[in-house]
């Protein structure tokens, strides 16, 4: 049981390119959530999904998209990255939401030159 | 607006000391409450929940609606427990908001 996993662990980005961050977990967990955390500011939900299938946005969602096409699987992309979104991204699942307890990936730390 | 605050970045105590952390929000309707902590290269993880009423690792917290707060305790604080601590609030529906985290030393 391997929880929740992401990949790259690091990544370093020019402005204008994009990527995918990869995240998926083997719970079988239905809510699964995007995070940046940055200093001073905490973690913010950027997007974040109740299914395969069902997305919606979170607080920071702009210059960011997201697809979950099955359970497990909930990529982050970062369409055209510009130097702001230097940080790092975690990845969390859940069996719901409300009172359950959220699982956290080992995050990504992205810097964009 | 919905917001969770930790006024302090940086907490700093001694061995054996009290540790009160402190976490304030602001919400209209009945929140579910956590702590998450995150020791040293390790990943972010939940210490307690209000819905459960427990005790772990020594740390307690209580909701106090009329204050809006939700302070993590702990009567004597061990080096162990040095590491970043947030507040979260769940909506109950779909989103969590974190507060911005207070790093506690705890010193020897």
């Known amino acids: 049981n391997a929880g929740v996993t992401q990949t790259p662990k690091f990544q370093v980005l020019k402005t204008g390119q994009s990527m995918t961050l990869q995240c998926a977990q083997d719970m079988n967990h239905e809510y699964m959530s995007w995070y940046r955390q940055d200093p001073g500011m905490g973690l913010r939900l950027i997007h974040y999904s109740v299914g395969a299938g069902i997305t919606d946005q979170g607080e920071v969602p702009n210059g960011y998209n997201v697809s979950r096409s099955t359970t497990e699987d909930f990529p982050l992309r970062l369409l055209s990255a510009a130097p702001s979104q230097t940080s790092v991204y975690f990845c969390?699942?859940?069996?719901?939401?409300?009172?359950?307890?959220?699982?956290f990936g080992p995050g990504t730390r992205l810097t964009v030159t | 607006a919905q917001r969770v605050t930790q006024p302090e970045k940086l907490l700093s105590v001694f061995k054996g000391a009290p540790v009160e952390l402190k976490c304030n929000y602001s919400y209209s309707g009945s929140p579910e409450l956590f702590w998450y902590v995150q020791y040293s290269r390790q990943r972010l993880q939940l210490l307690l929940r209000h819905i459960s009423r427990e005790s772990i690792k020594g740390f307690t917290a209580d909701l106090n609606k009329g204050e809006t707060s939700f302070h993590l305790k702990k009567p004597f604080a061990q080096e162990e427990d040095s590491a970043m601590y947030y507040c979260?609030?769940?909506?109950?529906?779909?989103?969590?908001?974190f507060g911005t985290g207070t790093r506690l030393k705890v010193l020897a």
């Open positions: 969390a699942s859940s069996y719901g939401t409300g009172f359950y307890e959220q699982y």
């Open positions: 979260a609030l769940s909506d109950g529906a779909y989103k969590y908001i």
